[in-house]
């Protein structure tokens, strides 16, 4: 089946420190991968994605690789702001289903202290 | 202009009551859902609607009924409330159903809570 695991957290980091949230999954056919950010009250909303192998997704100063050798997309950052503190995300839709549905991992928090 | 707007925000309620939460999206998008988001952030799919149609039915309790009148409008309507549905409840729409890759748009959430 499609799943997706991502390191639980919280993840607690001072200011400008590099960020590494990972990301694993499993998927039956052809995922495209999705970090989204929730931010304290808010819904969510899309960081970055890639649709194929190797692909790299950014925005914001984040990035992911799509890796399908080691079926990881982890989310890094390398100087993170207190405006980053939130909760993040990684999701997948598998393109060998139909409907379109996401799956979404466990969530991540993180804080950023000044 | 808001995207994917919910009502209402905060909703507390008792046990056994029925309830309703609306959702609507601007975006001229064909596929809308609800997504329960519980304490501990995880995020579950409940439903999924396709112009109208109902493509995802998630295990869910019969207690709640998604209903679409308009492809721009999904409204999620809860009988006999529980206290295990306090949660956060999403909406969410895309462009089209199937389509890997396409972004999903979220609504603010509305935070149930059973008492």
């Known amino acids: 089946g499609n799943s997706v695991t991502q390191m639980e957290g919280p993840v607690t980091l001072s200011e400008e420190a590099f960020l590494t949230i990972n990301c694993t999954y499993t998927a039956t056919g052809y995922p495209s991968l999705f970090w989204y950010v929730q931010y304290p009250g808010e819904g969510l909303q899309l960081l970055l994605k890639?649709?194929?192998?190797?692909d790299k997704g950014s925005n914001k100063g984040f990035e992911a690789t799509y890796r399908k050798e080691t079926t990881s997309f982890h989310l890094e950052k390398g100087s993170v702001q207190v405006s980053d503190s939130a909760v993040y995300f990684c999701?997948?839709?598998?393109?060998?289903?139909?409907?379109?549905?996401?799956?979404f991992g466990r969530g991540t928090q993180l804080t950023v202290w000044p | 202009d808001t995207a994917v707007s919910q009502t209402p925000k905060y909703l507390v309620t008792q046990m056994g009551n029925d309830k309703s939460i609306k959702c609507e999206q601007n975006l001229g998008h064909d596929t809308m859902y609800w997504y329960k988001q519980d304490s501990k952030k995880f995020l579950k799919i409940m439903f999924s609607y396709n112009n109208k149609e109902l493509i995802i039915n998630e295990t869910v309790p019969n207690r709640f009924s998604p209903k679409s009148p308009d492809k721009a409008h999904l409204n999620l309507h809860i009988n006999s409330l529980e206290l295990g549905d306090s949660a956060v409840y999403f909406c969410a729409s895309s462009q089209e159903e199937g389509l890997a890759g396409n972004e999903q748009y979220f609504g603010p959430g509305t935070r149930l809570t059973v008492t």
């Open positions: 999701a997948l839709t598998d393109r060998g289903s139909t409907l379109g549905r996401l799956y």
């Open positions: 890639a649709t194929k192998a190797d």
